[in-house]
């Protein structure tokens, strides 16, 4: 049996990830550290579970084997390179970190401990997610000249998000940074990494945060993503477009089916396409990589690249200009 100890309740998603972990037979949570003792202590009582106030003395137990992060964006580096220091494998709800130079602190403090990190990047698991890339990987689109993808709510206008996200210390943004996360790593994921980028923030509720933007992603062979996110719609869809030299695909615009138009097929309108099976999830992946000693690379891999396309983003709109890839700091 893995032992998890949960290190924050700051995040919406923590409790998730607590039921996932205690559904999950080879995980059981053993311990909560929280930032605020009195939130930590409430949580490790409702579950069952020793709180500790002080983090260095957890992560030095020898009875807990890793641990969940769902601390506060702005110390997420401080938390993991210890964890990692400690020995302890590593699940993580995305971002990794708010910059380039914090996510390789994180990685090479993983590398040179040998644990197993995983970030939680739900969407790509999800069943449109495969489906998508295996018809892009087909050539059916030829040449990918677009991809966008929205994903929006209303958890500003709703008021039902915590203020603390709001906080544009703890946090390191807004909309973008926290739910403009998945759009962000589909679109590496479909269409990979761009070569600049560029974003527009707004601030409709007069937050410190933004709770609407879009990014546009430029790619050297002439492609472009455009990415939409924000905290103030409630009926917008999630949504994937993917636009080519030889047909278009949509899906959920606005229901869950994915459609496709292309000159390689015989049909000429739109086709539904069957899913393929949804992959394991985020802490699944997670237990089968510390099991059976591999690596998440890929999960990595793109969870680097969040971060690198939201640093650039965020300089984008701070500096009113066209941000390169190329310029960030390792």
């Known amino acids: 049996m893995i032992r998890v100890a949960m290190l924050s309740y700051w995040h919406v998603h923590a409790w998730d990830y607590t039921n996932q972990v205690q559904a999950n037979p080879n995980l059981e949570v053993a311990a909560v550290w929280d930032e605020l003792p009195d939130r930590g202590q409430a949580n490790a009582d409702q579950i069952g579970v020793p709180f500790f106030a002080d983090l260095d003395e957890l992560l030095a137990r020898t009875d807990i084997d890793a641990v969940v992060v769902d ?10 390179v210890k964890a990692a220091r400690a020995g302890k494998h590593i699940f ?12 390789n602190e994180i990685k090479a403090a993983v590398k040179e401990a040998g644990v197993k990190l995983t970030v939680s990047m739900f969407r790509l698991n999800e069943r449109y997610t495969p489906t998508i890339k295996g018809l892009i990987d087909s050539g059916i689109f030829g040449q990918l000249t677009e991809v966008r993808v929205r994903c929006a709510h209303n958890g500003t206008t709703g008021n039902w998000l915590p203020e603390h996200f709001y906080n544009l210390e703890q946090c390191r943004g807004g909309a973008l940074i926290d739910l403009g996360c998945h759009p962000v790593y589909l679109s590496r994921y479909l269409l990979g990494l761009p070569q600049s980028v560029s974003a527009s923030f707004g601030y409709v509720t007069g937050k410190e945060v933004e709770d609407n933007a879009t990014v546009t992603l430029r790619y050297e062979n002439g492609a472009i993503g455009i990415l939409e996110t924000g905290y103030l719609t409630p009926h917008s869809p999630f ?42 999830t985020a802490i699944e ?12 690379t890929e999960n990595n891999e793109i969870a680097t690249d969040l971060t690198r396309v939201m640093e650039a983003a965020y300089i984008s709109v701070a500096e009113k200009r066209i941000v390169s890839l190329a310029e960030l700091q390792n």
């Open 285 to 296: 992946q997670w237990t089968s990589h510390m099991m059976n000693d591999t690596q998440a």
């Open 71 to 80: 601390a506060p964006t702005n110390i997420h580096r401080d938390v993991m």
């Open 239 to 280: 949504c994937i477009e993917i636009h080519g030299t030889e047909g278009s695909l949509l899906y959920g615009l606005p229901d869950d089916v994915i459609r496709v138009r292309s000159n390689q097929l015989e049909q000429k309108e739109w086709v539904p396409i069957e899913f393929l099976p949804e992959l394991p």
């Open 92 to 103: 993580t709800e995305k971002v990794l970190a708010a910059t380039l130079k914090e996510v």
